[in-house]
């Protein structure tokens, strides 16, 4: 989406801005005023902590967190921004709440220990990269004894999934996928594959064998993007052939089967099958194991 439309929404002022950093960061930089008045944050969550720490990554977010207000201690009854220094009385601040959430995640054990070292009041730690999960929450707010949530279940696997996979040989997968597609295919069906040229290979040979399908990848334009996911939704049968871009954060309901047609890159990406708790069936297609 254009920098200059997301700029005319800010303009309404809204209560809720959800983001990636990247794009936030250039906005706060531009000097948007809804975007500059930090003082008056509620609210500041970080989902899917665990990428924002991956290495190579979100280089922004530490700036956007550098300009979170934070007390200052000469004086209590003042508030003082680290980056633009606006001194704010305390009626005006409102108290914020941090949020860390993941997936994907486990906590270590001496979580809370770590936290603690890790302070955002150490001139250290804001100067090196946030690489752990206790460095990240730290920074951003969130003091020793916040209270920490595990909705972990004991199963890996949800009661209704079911989870197969099919030995084969290489040359042999193109024709499984379509025996799949063709005669199983009943309900919504995504099948992942592990870069942009595997979509692109395989929607092209699947409409070849006169198969009804949507690509979704990163190289295509945003308006393509969603025309493919609204294609999906609106379809009872329809398939979608995606590389992990569609492995986190989207909602549809009624998908019955997930195909693996190449194995993801991390047991993380595998894990989308969480958030897709509308399924009835999962089908796990590892291909790369030949016999």
């Known amino acids: 989406m254009s920098s200059e439309k997301q700029e005319r929404h800010l303009k309404a002022r809204p209560e ?37 720490i991956e290495s190579g990554h979100f280089h922004e977010l530490q700036s956007i967190i550098d300009m979170l207000p934070m007390t200052a201690a000469p004086d209590e009854g003042q508030l ?3 980056q633009s220094c606006v001194t704010v009385s305390n009626i005006q601040r409102k108290k ?7 997936a994907t995640i486990a906590l270590s054990s001496d979580f809370r220990k770590k936290l603690k070292g890790g302070s955002r009041k150490s001139t250290q730690s804001l100067n090196g990269e946030l690489r752990s999960i206790e460095k ?7 003091r020793e004894d916040a209270a920490i949530f595990d909705l972990t279940n004991a199963a890996v696997v949800a009661d209704k999934l079911e989870e197969s996979f099919i030995e084969c040989r290489e040359e042999d997968k193109d024709a499984y996928l379509y025996y799949l597609l063709s005669v199983h295919g009943q309900g919504r069906t995504i099948v992942f594959c592990r870069s942009i040229a595997a979509v692109r290979y395989i929607s092209s040979l699947l409409r070849l064998l006169r198969i009804n399908l949507w690509p979704l990848h990163s190289k295509m334009q945003q308006r393509a993007r969603l025309k493919a996911m609204d294609h999906f939704r609106e379809n009872d049968n329809g398939i979608l052939i995606a590389t992990d871009m ?3 954060g989207l909602d549809i309901p009624g998908v019955r089967t997930v195909v693996h047609y190449q194995l ?4 993380d ?7 897709l ?5 999962i089908l796990h297609f590892f291909f790369d194991l030949l016999t």
């Open 269 to 275: 990406i595998s894990r989308f099958k969480e958030l």
């Open 96 to 102: 914020r709440q941090t949020f860390v959430f993941s």
């Open 246 to 248: 569609a492995a986190r």
């Open 264 to 267: 993801p890159l991390s047991a």
């Open 277 to 281: 708790v509308m399924l009835a069936v």
């Open 136 to 142: 990240l929450s730290a920074q951003a707010g969130m």
């Open 16 to 52: 809720i801005i959800v983001g990636t950093p990247g794009r936030l960061w250039e906005l706060m930089q531009g000097g948007d005023p809804h975007l500059v008045e930090l003082h008056s944050l509620s609210f500041f969550v970080l989902d899917e902590a665990d990428r924002m």
């Open 80 to 82: 003082v921004n680290s």
